[in-house]
């Protein structure tokens, strides 16, 4: 960490290119989407969690509801 906030601290501090500037953006805008990435797949596993075990608590009532006589 201290690493990287290093190397922000000179890239702001020196005069770079245009082309060194994109390189630079590009590269962040690569590291955001991974992390947006990584959080849909989450949201996923999570979505995908949830129904099965909506669909395992609602077997479990069907199977141990008590019969009403009639």
Excluded: S
Aim: net charge positive; aromatic share 8%; glycine share 2%.
């Amino acid at each position: 960490m201290i690493r990287y906030l290093w190397t922000e601290l000179k890239l702001m501090l020196k005069t770079v290119t245009p082309v060194q500037a994109v390189k630079h953006e590009l590269l962040h805008a690569e590291h955001d989407l991974l992390q947006a990435e990584t959080g849909v797949e989450y949201a996923q596993a999570l979505v995908t969690y949830n129904k099965q075990r909506v669909k395992r608590l609602k077997a479990y009532l069907v199977i141990d509801e008590p019969k009403e006589p009639t």
